[in-house]
């Protein structure tokens, strides 16, 4: 004999109404606030047991058909999902309870709130997995990775621009739930007066940030893993968040600038095409030095060593001193950090051939001994003494005295004058 749907389902909703009714005689004696807190706690026990039971039972058959990406979504759904249970659960039995005036609106009010909390988590929530998914798929850990930093660099900062116009947006709603203050913000936008511009100024360090977010996700002037130059130190930028920039220096400090100081102010992007780069060796050496031996000992060095990315290799006398002549030895190198390392062992090379090879060609100083009495100018014979003092023998007339002292003068002479 067929079974009526219709007289089974119809029968079910008396039992339940039955059921719903006795309960609402048993406990209508009760005070109100026991029956509210009562209500509540079976609202959030029940709710909890329900999610943990859903949650495993989707986890479990999940991880038996391997699908990784929606169990991403599960976990990062797990709290958002349990807040939705309770609220359910609350609102549901909360229409049972006999309660009515003040109380019940304020029933009302939190409930409202937390559905519009629910709401905005579920909104960053689902922002973030779908930030993840997209940054599971880059590659940034390969050598060219580029394109790979690129795109995580945008996704990244566009991700956390993202969840903080959905929490502004999430807070104005709350906010503007209760009618004093959805007063105040409409005169507040209405009137331009003090406290607008107060509150204008007040988040203006907020908004150039995000703005300057957005703009470098757009232009990229850096990006995620991106070696730099700023404020005079070397280092790897490490993260960018929606108002900083972490740069990890060298020495593994962190230097942290806020984001518009990229828009701003300049600064050096040693990957910002690709992350080839050309290192420069200087050193002094003598200018009896054998620079062609030296080139060729240069493309000997760098041909062995497995950081030169056999593209750029070159060595030029850039300076001459008085002294000494300046050579720059050009390398290249697939990244900063080899290009780094790959100078300073052909710097170390270099030297040790320059001083083992050729020792007189170090740099060194040169003096000059100057004999003072083969550059002094001839003197007069020793016994001529009146012509090497012509004052003294008497002999300055009206002559002058270049002429009397270049005058031999007779002994006789001077003899019978006297």
Not at 162 to 179: E, N, Q
Not at 264 to 293: C, H, M
Request: charged share 20%.
């Amino acid at each position: 004999m067929a079974i009526d749907a219709n007289r089974i389902h119809s029968s079910i909703g008396n039992v339940m109404q039955d059921w719903i009714s006795s309960v609402a005689t048993a406990i209508s004696p009760m005070p109100v606030w026991i029956i509210v807190v009562a209500t509540l706690l079976v609202a959030v026990v029940a709710g909890l047991l329900l999610h943990r039971l859903l949650f495993l039972t989707i986890g479990k058959w999940l991880r038996n058909t391997e699908h990784y990406v929606w169990l991403l979504v599960l976990e990062k759904l797990r709290a958002p999902s349990a807040l939705a249970a309770v609220i359910f659960f609350t609102t549901s039995l909360l229409q049972l309870t006999p309660i009515s005036g003040a109380l019940a609106a304020l029933l009302a009010r939190v409930l409202q709130i937390a559905l519009i909390a629910l709401l905005t988590w579920i909104a960053i929530v689902v922002t973030e997995i779908f930030g993840s998914v997209y940054l599971r798929r880059l590659q940034v850990d390969v050598e060219d990775n580029l394109l790979a930093r690129k795109h995580a660099t945008q996704a990244r900062i566009l991700k956390r621009a993202a969840v903080t116009v959905i929490a502004v947006i999430g807070t104005a709603f709350v906010l503007m739930s209760f009618d004093a203050v959805r007063q105040y913000g409409v005169s507040l936008f209405a009137s331009a007066g003090v406290a607008g511009l107060a509150v204008g100024l007040a988040a203006r360090p907020l908004l150039s940030n995000l703005i300057a977010g957005v703009q470098i996700a757009m232009t990229q002037p850096i990006r995620i893993q991106d070696v730099i130059i700023v404020e005079g130190e070397y280092g790897t930028v490490e993260e960018i968040t929606s108002t900083c920039v972490v740069v990890q220096l060298w020495d593994w400090r962190r230097m942290v600038l806020p984001l518009n100081y990229f828009i701003e102010k300049p600064f050096q992007n040693w990957t910002r095409e690709n992350s080839s780069i050309i290192g420069a060796i200087t050193f002094n050496v003598d200018y009896s030095t054998d620079v062609a031996a030296i080139r060729s000992k240069l493309n000997e060095i760098v041909a062995e060593n497995p950081r030169w990315d056999r593209r750029i290799v070159n060595l030029q006398v850039t300076d001459a001193t008085a002294d000494t002549i300046q050579l720059r030895a050009l390398v290249s190198a697939a990244t900063s950090a080899a290009a780094w390392d790959l100078r300073c062992e052909v710097r170390e090379d270099l030297i040790e051939f320059v001083n083992t090879k050729m020792p007189e060609c170090l740099p060194r100083r040169r003096q000059q001994l100057v004999d003072r009495e083969a550059a002094a100018p001839p003197l007069p014979p020793a016994d001529n003494v009146e012509a090497r003092q012509p004052e003294k023998a008497g002999l300055v007339g009206s002559r002058s005295r270049s002429q009397v002292a270049g005058q031999r003068i007779p002994r006789s002479a001077s003899k019978g004058k006297s």
